[in-house]
């Protein structure tokens, strides 16, 4: 198993993941995007991604990354996204910024690297509009508005007891896009 697999997992395309196989490369260029079009901290970016993935399949029945989801306290996130996005930040692909807020709370804000730009060619025109729509309804969402959005949705609420992978079968239920 190479280190890309680990971090996605080498999974067959199933329920939990949007029945496609996991692609790195698409997921990679998912983070790409929304650090351009949105710069968001960390815990946004977890739920562009979901949102993303998550609307897509319930237009075609397919993800478009292949990830699994976890639902955490902090509402939907891609199963190991820490070290898939300090992976992505060692590999020049993304600049995440550290701020220090009030309180002594420390934010992770995804930037667009400069010479770095996203790879249109990956995605075909349905894939592209489901990021268009996501990156633009909740553009000028904060941190905690979306975290508090994400909280209101069946795939959350049915799995964050456990700590569960979260079925793409729950993309039907989305409430909020």
């Known amino acids: 198993m190479n280190f890309k697999e680990y971090l996605l997992g080498n999974h067959l395309a199933d329920i939990y ?3 496609r196989n996991p692609n790195f490369e698409k997921f990679t260029e998912m983070v790409v995007y929304f650090s351009e079009k949105v710069s968001p901290f960390k815990t946004k970016m977890n739920k562009l991604l979901f949102y993303s993935d998550f609307l897509m399949f319930k237009q075609s029945c397919f993800s478009i990354s292949g990830v699994r989801y976890k639902a955490i306290d902090m509402g939907p996130v ?3 996204f820490q070290s898939i996005f300090e992976y992505l930040s060692n590999q ?3 600049e995440i910024c550290t701020t220090e807020f009030q309180g002594g709370f420390t934010g992770e804000q995804f930037k667009p690297r400069e010479n770095r ?3 249109t060619e990956l995605f075909d025109a349905n894939e592209l509009a489901i990021l268009e729509k996501v990156a633009s309804v909740f553009k000028d969402t904060s941190t905690n508005d979306i ?3 994400s909280h209101l949705e069946e795939a ?3 799995n964050e007891k456990d700590k569960s ?3 793409y079968e729950y993309a039907f239920d ?3 896009i």
């Open 174 to 176: 989305l409430s909020l």
């Open 78 to 80: 891609p199963n190991n």
């Open 92 to 94: 020049n692909e993304i």
């Open 117 to 119: 730009k996203f790879k």
């Open 147 to 149: 975290i508090k959005l």
């Open 165 to 167: 992978v979260i079925s």
């Open 156 to 158: 959350w609420k049915n």
């Open 17 to 19: 993941t949007g029945y």
